[in-house]
């Protein structure tokens, strides 16, 4: 089956700083999702983007199918970002999603 | 729309115990799925229903049973589990099997004592 790795694998920010979350994928992708985990355990979606570039606010994703990649972009971070991003691939046997093992980020004030 | 409710959030059992974790649904989702989740470890699938019947299931211990009743609902029913089956157990749902945005609910965490 895919295989989704994640990097870095911890991050500590400044508030107010921007960073860079990054996703490869062993297999094309024919669903790439990214998620935040609150401190609650719950998965919150942030984006359904198995090609091309989305913004929802702060955020932004992009994903290069053919590279097999997908990026996370957070800008102007705040404490409340913090927690466990992860991102989830299905292979285009329509597999369910497996997921990577995530970036725990801090955000500090 | 996009909610998933599981009930109850936490349960605690013995492991001479039966109980069940219960998950919902009203996006008129077709595709349902279990995962757990250890403590700093990533999801990880165990059983997926597709149009109200299993289609996958990842090897899972017998002691966990799943049931699709209807399109809106699945349950898991825990018996004689162990302690190191404590973990949040996450429900998720998506429109079909793979390749569509798949929702999750607030989990259920579990501890077995």
């Known amino acids: 089956g895919i295989q989704v790795e994640q990097s870095p694998p911890d991050l500590i920010l400044q508030e107010g700083a921007n960073s860079t979350l990054r996703c490869n994928f062993s297999d094309s992708v024919n669903n790439l999702q990214w998620f935040h985990q609150n401190p609650w355990g719950q998965l919150i979606n942030l984006f359904y983007?198995?090609?091309g570039t989305k913004q929802n606010g702060r955020l932004s994703a992009t994903t290069v199918a053919t590279e097999r990649y997908s990026l996370l972009y957070i800008s102007s971070s705040q404490t409340t970002d913090s927690g466990v991003y992860f991102c989830a691939g299905g292979d285009s046997g329509n597999t369910p999603l497996v997921f990577g093992k995530g970036t725990r980020l801090s955000v500090i004030a | 729309d996009t909610e998933v409710t599981q009930t109850p959030k936490h349960l605690v059992m013995g492991m001479t115990n039966k109980k069940s974790l219960k998950c919902e649904q009203h996006m008129g989702h077709r595709a349902m799925y279990w995962y757990k989740q250890k403590a700093k470890k990533p999801p990880e699938l165990m059983f997926v229903?597709?149009?109200?019947?299993?289609?996958i299931n990842e090897s899972v211990p017998s002691r966990f049973s799943p049931e699709c009743p209807n399109s809106s609902l699945l349950n898991l029913h825990l018996h004689a589990l162990q302690p190191e089956d404590s973990a949040l157990y996450l429900c998720?749902?998506?429109?079909?099997?793979?390749?569509?945005?798949?929702?999750f609910g607030q989990g259920t965490r579990l501890t077995v004592v």
């Open positions: 983007i198995p090609s």
């Open positions: 998720a749902s998506s429109q079909d099997e793979g390749g569509t945005e798949a929702f």
């Open positions: 229903y597709s149009y109200e019947k299993l289609s």
